[in-house]
């Protein structure tokens, strides 16, 4: 094995939550495991199995038992299932360095929804190895009683109830009973060597086996494509690798295995090495179904991706298909080369990863604020731009945005969890990270959303976890979005090292959901919660900062209280024992309302009591304003951005000032000023506003390492000119600008695209040594050259604004010229260049 091989195997296995399956390469022990007898189960397993079957291995770990199950019988097919990303990523690397060639890895999550997706692909297994997973599925003996449909018989592996580690101790005892597992499988046989090892001779713990008189010796695929007829798929294995073999065409097509994929209806497309070939042969094909006039249109389960090359599949238009099924070849061609770049990880530069992990831990106003983003980007070139890592599957699918399922955030693990991420970025060559919350990678540059600074202004335990990690995404970062003004200068306040001016500030949008409601609207919604006076609307008033306390204090001063009603929704299901002395005689609603009864409740209302002391926005503001719900409100941090003049203020103390403006809010000609007031001031508020803001910073934010400074000079030196002329070139222009007194100033450019990046640097390195040796000068203390390689369009588009001037060389990249929009870049040669900047300053 090479050093490289070595070196990523190692950081692979540091990556691992917990090494439980000892990790043996070419049959040397690289790393021993927490359980021990993996090789005494393995020669009890391999007696069970018989030739040519198909094994699925659920909770396959680093796959210990699969790959050498697989070389121990290479005519079989091994399905190696592996729900957590750094057990299967391993495995993957195992797989290649071992050279086996008949195992499917898939990262999936494993449930009895999983369970019919897999009868779907294959229409049963004839053997599945459960090893340790089943006490982890909360719904265990449903699970079985499904299996039981699939597989012809199955292995399964228990540990004891009372030594388990894992969350599924009550399962062990409660589902996985052996009468339970006895009414599923018949037969069940005792293994030989349970004896001699821990486990208990009672079948606490054990294997389970039923025999299987009946087995097939293929697994079929169902049909691929359009249901026109029955087709089945079998798959086979043959001295080279796997074999798909298509019955209805008798035809047989070679498959390569060993590619991680990550759903279990991926099974049957297991990819080709090379994309260019892919594309070319599609860009033909459809060329060619062009000329037909029977095609159906083409999808991702028309194709199949095989050793031997793009195989199509069922596109022949029939009279039983929706007229809306009919082949349009750019729209066809456009969603399956999309799905090509998917599978073979071909992605727009650069790449930026964000972390979805606040969809794992809250349903909240930030929640709202990514899923507005992501569905803002869904339908532009910037979807093609981001990958989001979505948190076991709690992050919203929304169509035309990439996701990678990864495992749950863990408060408790949080270095483990930043070398994942940092695998995730090195793998994706991502240029950039982004979290929604707080979670950094190691070594990528990051940009820090803040959505407050509640904790540093109020005061927190900065020893919790989710305190400190904020900070630690803070110190990592490169660069920082703020979603208010007033959030950006605490930031900079806190942290002095942050300029203010170098934060950018994206107002949240408000969606079109919150609008006026009609009254037949708001009828039912009062008659469904029983809603029979004029109410105040209080969201999300809990927490002492939110200051809901002012509210019932003023509230308890109104003469007429007993005429109104009150609704608190966002708070939860308690209402403060404390409070209701302030209310008696009213009646008290505590809704968990959905964003379309929010809505309904804004326009509703009497007025929204909001006398919070701290926003780092301030959303139900926005939202109440867009329903024409009139705003009593505090002149406290953000606030004032969000209503500015169309909001009562109040100081946050003043219980007869809010009392006051609870009596005033209810006039007519005060209503008719601040509800229109509130409708304008809501427009000048907008997703897409903050979505093009966003992806404008974090485009910005993959351009920081050119180091631009207040003047900024690009070249594009011919490479391919002998190296003593563009040595002579590259040294005048640096000796040039080096002398130039406002140097320190200014950073020089130099595009390398033609070119490989560290041969460029090594000539660099020697022009600039060339300068220190001959001429005495340093350029390290004032001039900033930085090496410019391949960009993205959109990079440009962001990058040339910021350009003072291109100098004009005898010998230019014209290649690289044509690809960069330069043409308006003012463009000098070397000395008139000096002489203009002599003049600018």
Not at 134 to 163: G, Y
Not at 516 to 522: G, I, N, R, T, Y
Not at 776 to 788: A, F, T
């Amino acid at each position: 094995m090479s050093t490289n091989a070595e070196t990523n195997l190692e950081k692979l296995i540091d990556a691992l939550p917990e090494v439980y399956q000892s990790i043996y390469l070419h049959g040397k022990l690289i790393r021993e495991g927490v359980r021990a007898n993996d090789f005494e189960r393995l020669e009890v397993i391999k007696n069970y199995i018989k030739p040519k079957q198909t094994i699925l291995d659920i909770g396959s770990n680093v796959g210990f038992f699969t790959i050498n199950l697989a070389k121990l019988f290479p005519e079989n097919i091994f399905v190696s299932i592996e729900k957590q990303y750094p057990y299967a990523r391993l495995q993957q690397e195992l797989i290649k360095l071992e050279g086996v060639n008949n195992i499917i890895l898939i990262h999936s999550e494993v449930s009895t929804e999983w369970l019919c997706s897999a009868a779907q692909a294959c229409t049963y297994f004839d053997v599945t190895l459960l090893l340790s997973v089943l006490h982890h599925i909360q719904d265990a003996e449903d699970f079985l009683t499904n299996l039981n449909q699939v597989s012809k018989s199955f292995i399964m592996e228990l540990p004891h109830p009372d030594e388990s580690r894992v969350c599924g101790k009550d399962v062990l005892k409660q589902q996985l009973t052996l009468e339970k597992i006895s009414q599923v499988k018949p037969v069940f046989i005792k293994m030989p060597y349970e004896a001699t090892t821990h486990c208990d001779t009672d079948l606490k713990r054990s294997f389970y086996y039923a025999e299987s008189p009946n087995y097939q010796r293929q697994s079929i695929f169902p049909y691929i494509g359009y249901p026109l007829q029955p087709r089945s798929y079998i798959l086979k294995a043959d001295s080279e690798g796997l074999v798909i073999h298509k019955s209805h065409l008798n035809q047989d097509i070679k498959a390569i295995p060993g590619i991680l994929i990550s759903d279990v209806a991926q099974i049957g497309q297991v990819l080709m090495p090379s994309y260019e070939t892919c594309i070319q042969k599609i860009e033909t094909e459809f060329d060619r179904l062009e000329q037909l006039d029977n095609v159906a249109d083409l999808r991702p389960w028309n194709i199949l991706f095989t050793k031997d090359g793009l195989q199509f599949i069922d596109y022949q238009y029939t009279n039983d298909l929706d007229s809306n099924l009919k082949f349009n070849k750019n729209q066809d061609l456009d969603l399956i080369k999309n799905y090509l770049k998917s599978i073979f990880r071909i992605h727009a530069k650069p790449q930026i990863i964000i972390d979805g992990v606040f969809f794992q831990l809250y349903r909240t106003g930030i929640a709202r604020v990514w899923r507005s983003l992501l569905q803002q980007w869904s339908n532009t070139d910037f979807a093609k731009h981001i990958l989001v890592l979505d948190r076991v599957n709690t992050a919203p699918q929304i169509p035309g945005i990439r996701y990678c399922t990864i495992p749950y955030y863990d408060y408790n693990n949080t270095e483990a969890d930043k070398q994942m991420l940092q695998q995730i970025c090195d793998e994706e060559e991502a240029e950039l990270f982004i979290s929604s919350y707080y979670t950094t990678p190691i070594d990528t540059p990051s940009v820090f959303m803040a959505y407050d600074m509640i904790p540093e202004v109020l005061g927190a335990n900065f020893d919790e976890p989710m305190w400190r990690e904020k900070h630690n995404g803070i110190k990592h970062a490169s660069a920082y979005i703020t979603i208010s003004e007033n959030t950006a200068k605490d930031l900079a306040q806190i942290f002095p090292d942050i300029p203010l001016e170098s934060i950018t500030v994206a107002h949240c949008g408000v969606d079109s959901l919150f609008s006026p409601a009609s009254e037949d609207e708001l009828k039912v919604f009062k008659y469904k919660y029983g809603i029979n006076k004029p109410y105040f609307l209080l969201v999300g008033a809990s927490g002492d900062y939110k200051n809901g306390i002012l509210f019932f204090k003023a509230f308890s001063q109104l003469t007429s209280r007993y005429g109104f009603d009150i609704i608190c929704t966002g708070i939860g299901g308690m209402f403060e024992p404390e409070l209701r002395t302030y209310t008696s005689g009213s009646t008290v609603h505590i809704l968990q309302l959905s964003d379309e009864e929010l809505a309904l409740a804004y326009s509703g209302a009497v007025a929204l009591v909001y006398p919070s002391k701290y926003e780092g926005f301030g959303m139900p503001l926005l939202e109440a304003m867009a329903c024409g719900c009139p705003v009593i409100t505090c002149p406290n941090a953000s606030i004032p951005e969000v209503t500015a003049e169309a909001a009562i203020y109040v100081n946050d103390n003043d219980v007869e000032g809010l009392t006051n403006a609870l009596c005033e809010v209810q006039k007519p000609t005060v209503r008719q000023s601040l509800i229109p007031a509130g409708l304008a001031q809501a427009k000048k508020f907008s997703w897409t506003k903050m979505a093009q803001t966003v992806s404008s910073a974090l485009f910005n934010a993959t351009l920081l390492s050119l180091n631009l400074k207040e003047t900024n000079l690009i070249i594009f030196p011919d490479w391919s000119q002998p190296e003593d002329e563009l040595g002579l070139e590259l040294t005048e222009i640096i000796k040039e600008l080096a002398n130039y007194p406002q140097s320190s100033n200014t950073t020089l450019l130099i595009s390398i695209s033609s070119i490989d990046a560290e041969e460029a640097a090594m000539f660099l390195s020697s022009v600039t040594m060339n300068l220190l040796m001959e001429e005495d000068l340093d350029i390290s203390e004032g001039l900033e050259i930085v090496p410019v390689g391949n960009l993205a369009a959109i990079q440009w588009e962001v990058l040339l604004p910021r350009i003072d001037a291109k100098i004009i060389l005898p010998n230019e990249d014209e290649q690289a010229l044509a690809e960069v929009p330069v043409e308006n870049l003012k463009s000098y040669e070397l000395h008139s260049l000096i002489d203009q900047l002599s003049i600018s300053s």
